[in-house]
């Protein structure tokens, strides 16, 4: 990426004029009664998002948290809006009470007006901090480690271990149930359930990530494909034993960011990185009908489940491939949380809650006192980081919660970039994910758990390959890597 760093920036440029200009030329008619403010926010927010394209030096990957949130604004907020306006009757094919709401609330304009007013404070506000802080508080001097000769008992260790891990686990998940979405709760003696889920979840994917960073440091192509293959192998079993339909989007998610932060993204890779979304936007629907089976057939085999829901979605006799993959891009495209959150928020007349939030769960009073979902219901919803803000303190907060968390993550970036870590590249993945998983969901009920989890994961990958570089607390020897 850093070998052609002016084509991306710019590229990137063109393409911000592009969708905001045709988006304001093919939803200005339905944004009646706010023809002018409309035209304003989306020049300012055309502008804010140039500038974010040039900000920093002349890679983009030293500023790549800015871009994360930048590009998670412009995709799941803004595009979204402009294609959920011209094409309302799409939220239709998701189907569901939810739906149908965000549809009537879809022709409404000043509830329309209303959402891409909080998305554009949040994302001026997003984009000014960035192009201040970056400017005032560049990235400095960056250190290399070099490598050194413990990294191949390392990658022999872990291509071992780490698939032994994964069936282990993968068993003992499936046979606790433990973490079945759209199912009760599993409660096991001594807080085994959390256990259980946050290694499978959490802990391997990080010990997957250092298996595939330092192949791919050394140039260990059997070892790289196989840490590849374990990414995939995980995911595809999540979603089987869990019934969860974004592990393996999720998973692949994080394999970009890990081709961006080692500057190693290049058109094999990003043909790989297409290859395997399409394969998981085409098992998206499998999946979609096998937790519908799972949640209303108590029992029923996992193959059983699986072969039956393949049969309904692509071979039965009832079977429609075009409109299932319709379907499919649909509901992916609306499991990116971003301004449907904002129709149904600010559409709300109880909002916001000011002193009241501190006497409720957020998370919770989004998916049942806003979305309308019963008591009963068991999954919850996330508002976004926009919604969360907007729910407790309106659009004042939006405006100074977003400044205050792109200064925060900016100043985090900085930071990490400067350790002296073995597995200082798998801590700036899992940072840039976490910035934009936090951006999209919001603040969870309670975040020092997946904190501690993360920190706790993070420390384990450290203290492993630390163990066959000689030592725990051996420093890793560092050269000046400098800026481009």
């Keep these: ?5 002016n084509f991306y920036r710019y590229t990137c440029s063109g393409l911000v004029l592009i969708i905001f200009m045709a988006g304001w030329l093919g939803t200005r008619s339905a944004v009646t009664g706010f023809g002018l403010p409309f035209l304003g926010l989306n020049s300012l927010c055309m502008g804010m998002g140039i500038l974010i394209c040039l900000t920093g030096r002349r890679d983009p990957s030293t500023v790549l948290p800015v871009w994360t949130i930048a590009g998670l604004f412009i995709v799941a907020f803004f595009l979204k809006f402009y294609w959920l306006m011209l094409l309302p009757e799409s939220v239709l094919i998701v189907g569901g009470d939810v739906m149908k709401s965000l549809y009537r609330k879809l022709h409404d304009p000043s509830t329309a007006y209303m959402a891409f007013q909080s998305a554009s404070i949040g994302f001026i506000s997003v984009s000014l901090t960035a192009w201040l802080a970056v400017k005032k508080w560049p990235l400095k001097e960056l250190y290399s480690g070099g490598s050194g000769d413990y990294e191949d008992r390392v990658l022999k260790f872990l291509s071992i271990m780490l698939p032994v891990s994964v069936i282990l686990a993968a068993v003992i998940l499936f046979l606790s149930g433990v973490g079945v979405m759209g199912l009760p709760s599993i409660r096991l003696p001594f807080r085994m359930a959390g256990w259980i889920y946050y290694v499978w979840s959490v802990f391997l994917p990080v ?13 260990r192509h059997r070892h790289f494909m196989f840490g590849i293959s374990l990414f995939v192998v995980h995911g595809v079993s999540d979603m089987m034993i869990r019934s969860s339909r974004g592990t393996l989007l999720k998973n692949f998610i994080l394999l970009f960011f890990v081709f961006l932060v080692t500057k190693r993204l290049n058109r094999k890779r990003v043909s790989l990185v297409i290859g395997i979304t399409m394969i998981a936007v085409f098992l998206f629907p499998i999946f979609y009908d096998y937790r519908s089976i799972r949640m209303t057939k108590t029992g029923v085999p996992v193959l059983t489940a699986l072969v039956e829901a393949s049969e309904t979605v692509w071979t039965g006799e009832n079977a429609k491939p075009l409109r299932t993959l319709n379907t499919a891009f649909v ?60 729910i407790v303190g309106g659009n004042l907060l939006v405006c100074v919660g977003m400044s205050a968390i792109t200064l925060v993550v900016w100043g985090v970036w900085r930071w990490l970039n400067r350790l002296n870590l073995y597995t200082r590249d798998v801590v700036l993945v899992m940072f840039v994910f976490w910035t934009f998983w936090t951006i999209m969901a919001g603040i969870p009920t309670r975040p020092y758990i997946i904190f501690m989890v993360l920190m706790g994961s993070l420390a384990g990958g450290e203290g492993l390959v630390r163990l066959f570089a000689g030592g725990l607390f051996k420093p890793r020897p560092r050269t000046p890597m400098p800026l481009q």
Excluded at 207 to 219: E, G, H, N, P, Q
Excluded at 366 to 382: A, C, E, K
């Design 1 to 5: 990426m850093s070998e052609r760093p």
């Design 331 to 390: 509901s992916i495209l609306m499991r990116l949380n971003g301004i449907e959150n904002l129709f149904h928020i600010v559409g709300s007349p109880s909002l916001p809650l000011y002193t009241k939030s501190a006497t409720v769960s957020i998370n919770e009073y989004y998916t049942f006192d806003v979305l309308g979902h019963p008591r009963s219901h068991i999954q919850g919803s996330s508002p976004t980081m926009v919604g969360w803000l907007y």
């Design 207 to 219: 010990l997957m990530l250092v298996y595939l960073t330092i192949s791919d440091a050394v140039k």
